[in-house]
């Protein structure tokens, strides 16, 4: 039906760009650039291979344009993050996006 197609479009519809992390693989620090067509409440937050959150970098709003965040690899309890796999997932609105990244040491 037209509500499906619909649906898919607006779901494919992005408030924003996110980028691939730099450097990766990284072991001490790490950059994540992201560009947002519009003013946006946003929320970047970072995930163990099992889905946990371990850290929230961003959430807040931000200005439309090009931003970069750091991550020094610790984690909400202030240790710093084993080796291995993470997540990073940007959130605008209705607008996610996840990408992977590999920590080493």
């Known amino acids: 039906s037209s509500v499906d197609v619909t649906g898919v479009a607006e779901s494919t519809i992005r408030t924003f760009q996110l980028k691939q992390n730099y450097p990766n693989p990284f072991n001490e620090t790490t950059s994540i650039e992201f560009a947002l067509l519009e003013n946006s409440h946003i929320q970047l937050s970072i995930y163990n291979i099992s889905g946990q959150l371990v850290k929230t970098l961003i959430n807040g709003e931000y200005a439309a344009g090009t931003h970069t965040v ?36």
């Open 70 to 105: 750091t991550w020094n690899v610790r984690l909400i309890s202030g240790q710093e993050a084993a080796p291995g796999m993470y997540l990073y997932k940007l959130q605008a609105g209705n607008s996610v996006e996840t990408k992977k990244m590999k920590l080493e040491r």
